[in-house]
């Protein structure tokens, strides 16, 4: 492994002082407040009154709203740590093609569980590219997640992978829904996101613009004609931020352990989604 220097000062000084620290901890108030709210309420109920459905739906926020906190509070923390300069990013080849397939291996259970259609397209030769393998894989899934939740039933979720075709050419990740769709000045649109996504700050989208502009990519958030969100990672080439290089040589040891540390990532990120908090996405 080569170290790159890491005078982790003004660039950190930036990031920390645009960092959303107060949509941050007015989301997870608010997740406690919920599973609070839903405590008392389960402790208030007779042992038999009839309102079964009730303390049901009640069980179920609170699984996802504390499954959102754990969720939100780690990667917060990790990339806090990040900032400060304590675990910097590690640069490597990453295949994303493969990444992708991992966190969409799901597809018949989302579909069957929500009734949500999960399509993937990316080349089957692969796409490497160069970046930190944690901030990959939690721009990937906050963008799954987020699509995921703005479907109502019978919806659509498209991730598509264009690789560069010169290298010229920056690869161009997007995740496109038929959802609820970006909330605007109509109330009934801000009505609907605000509960496809719980009444949320949308954490996933603020911890990936961080991990974008950690890597040096950008991300766009644009309406579709048609009605829901496309989501647009340009991975850009650019000049490599402070960190350090690993070069490696996978194994397949490497490769399985890779492969279950991804599972329990897509399992902890899918389990905070409304009717899919009992899938097993480890099997």
């Known amino acids: 492994m080569s170290s790159l220097p890491n005078p982790y000062t003004a660039a950190s000084e930036v990031l920390w002082e645009d960092f959303p620290r107060k949509q941050f901890s007015e989301e997870c108030f608010r997740a406690l407040n919920l599973i609070d709210r839903n405590r008392e309420y389960l402790e208030s109920l007779p042992q038999a009154n009839g309102e079964d459905e ?31 300069g304590n675990e910097p990013p590690i640069w490597e080849l990453v295949d994303l093609c493969a ?21 993937l397209e990316c080349d089957a030769d692969g796409c490497c590219v160069y970046g930190d393998r944690g901030f990959l894989e939690q721009i990937c899934l906050h963008l799954l997640s987020n699509a995921l939740r703005a479907c109502r039933e019978g919806g659509h979720v498209w991730v598509v992978l264009e690789p560069g075709r010169s290298q010229d050419d920056c690869p161009v990740l997007r995740v496109l829904d038929d959802g609820c769709g970006l909330p605007d000045e109509e109330r009934d649109n801000l009505r609907e996101n605000r509960t496809h996504f719980l009444g949320g700050t949308q954490s996933g989208l603020l911890l990936c613009r961080e991990y974008c502009r ?18 647009v990672v340009k991975m850009l080439p650019g000049k490599r931020p402070l960190g350090s290089t690993i ?16 599972q329990r990532l897509v399992a902890r990120e899918l389990n905070c989604i409304p009717g899919l908090e009992t899938v097993d996405f480890e099997r």
Request: charged fraction near 25%; hydrophobic fraction near 40%; charge should be neutral.
């Open 99 to 119: 990444l992708l397939r991992g966190l969409c291996a799901g597809q018949e259970q989302i579909r069957r569980a929500i009734g949500v259609t999960l399509t």
């Open 214 to 231: 950690l890597l040096g990519w950008e991300l766009e958030l644009n309406a579709r004609p048609e009605g829901g969100t496309e989501a």
């Open 54 to 84: 009730r303390a049901a739906q009640a069980l179920s926020d609170i699984a996802v709203a504390s499954g959102r906190l754990e969720r939100t509070l780690t990667d917060m923390m990790a990339l806090i740590r990040c900032i400060q």
């Open 247 to 262: 070069l490696r040589s996978e194994n397949t040891w490497d490769k399985l352990q890779q492969e279950y540390r991804l």
